[in-house]
């Protein structure tokens, strides 16, 4: 193997952090799952208010903050820098390119009509939901603030003291941001980014700062040497995390004394963010120990972690279905068993997987499988959109 169980590297030669991969890995399972359960589970039975339901509802709430937390740190670790040490050109480039993407993509797959020609004759609501922010569009949109961040530093160090400064920033900003009707002052595709007034999930008060606190995480362990890193992942991270966790809930305390603006705790209230990001450091820490269990598999959950844009699409393809045609979680959402849902989940996992390592596998093998397979989807799309 290279390497025994006990000695098994955290980090590859060339810096890859598998203890990432894995935390990314686990978190797209547990969007798999918690997508399809919702999707298809009667209300009476999936009781979010009741336990075990209210247990598995916060897990759940961690995943976006997983992703965007390991997306950041990962940025650091794959930003070329030039000689001035800030983000060169080319990477500025790719990182926008890719920031396009992710918006455009999260506005397709809630594309509001049969056609473009259809648009002039939606109605008000139809137009709400289409701008209601995703993770995709929030993602995309806060990858280009920090392209901003890192064109405008010119140290690693520099540059994740000022990300940290950001996202604590954009945590305290909350609960204020949210008492504002933004839609008063701004047009709708600009104010469903600030509010979950009109039904968006992931506004940047407080989603982007988990993505550029991932940015300080990643500017720290950047910093270090590989074996310090390692211990940092192992033992450290926990401790620290715990002492977030234990920070923010005195935090909470202390908030709750003051005269804020009313808000929910869990969506809006800074300390409550605060945990989020404490349990998620002590989250790395275990799964730097199950890296050690699994460091066979690290190349595996490495790839499906490189992975993870495709995982959110498919999934919600095979669970949703898209503007133009219909799936199960539409057509039988909300009535059924537990049991049922459990092995929709199930399937929904297995399937996503396999055809994202199966279509990897053609693009690998096949002559031009690649400029193929992207030719057919944009004629896909724009069939669909256009006839």
């Keep these: 193997m290279g390497a025994t169980l006990q000695n098994a590297p955290l980090t590859s030669k060339n810096s890859r952090l598998f203890v990432l991969d894995l935390a990314r890995c686990i978190a797209m399972i547990m969007m798999v799952q918690g997508h399809t359960i919702d999707a298809l589970t009667h209300p009476q039975i999936l009781n979010t208010a009741e336990f075990p339901w209210n247990i598995w509802n916060f897990i759940r709430g961690l995943t976006a903050p997983i992703f965007l937390m390991v997306s950041g ?3 650091v670790f794959a930003m ?3 000689s001035s040490g800030r983000m060169n050109n080319d990477t500025m480039i790719r990182r926008v390119r890719w ?4 918006v455009s993509v999260g506005y397709l797959l809630v594309f509001p009509a049969n056609r473009i020609f259809d648009l002039p004759f939606l109605n008000y609501d139809a137009w709400r939901l289409f701008f209601q922010a995703n993770i995709l569009q929030l993602t995309g949109l806060s ?3 920090v392209v901003w961040a890192c064109r405008s530093f010119y140290s690693v160090r520099s540059l994740g003291i000022a990300s940290l400064v950001i996202s604590l920033s954009i945590f305290a900003l909350t609960p204020f941001i949210h008492a504002v009707d933004w839609f008063v002052y701004l047009p709708e595709p600009m104010a469903a980014f600030l509010t979950y007034q009109h039904g968006s999930l992931f506004p940047i008060f407080p989603f982007s700062g988990f993505l550029f606190i991932g940015v300080s995480f990643g500017a720290y362990l950047k910093q270090l040497s590989p074996e310090k890193r390692d211990n940092f992942l192992l033992k450290k991270s926990a401790v620290i995390g715990l002492c977030i966790t234990a920070g923010a809930g005195i935090i909470a305390l202390l908030l709750s004394l003051l005269p804020l603006p009313q808000h929910d705790f869990m969506m809006s ?3 409550f963010m605060l945990i989020r990001v404490g349990i998620i450091f ?3 820490s275990l799964t730097a120990w199950l890296h050690k269990k699994l460091y066979r598999f ?7 972690s490189a992975k993870s844009f495709h995982v959110y699409i498919i999934h919600l393809i095979i669970i949703y279905g898209t503007p133009w045609f219909s799936s199960f979680g539409r057509i039988y959402g909300k009535s059924q068993s537990i049991e049922v849902s459990a092995l929709a989940a199930l ?7 396999s055809s994202i390592y199966i279509v990897d596998y053609i693009q690998r093998n096949v002559y031009r499988a690649p400029e193929i397979i992207r030719f057919s989807l944009g004629t896909i799309i724009a069939y669909a959109l256009l006839r």
């Design 298 to 304: 690290r190349e595996l959950y490495a790839f499906f």
């Design 269 to 271: 209230n800074p300390a």
């Design 282 to 284: 002590m989250f790395f």
């Design 80 to 82: 070329k820098r030039d």
């Design 73 to 75: 740190a990962v940025h």
């Design 99 to 102: 920031a396009l993407l992710l």
């Design 347 to 353: 399937l929904v996992i297995t399937v996503t997987l």
């Design 143 to 145: 990858l280009l603030l």
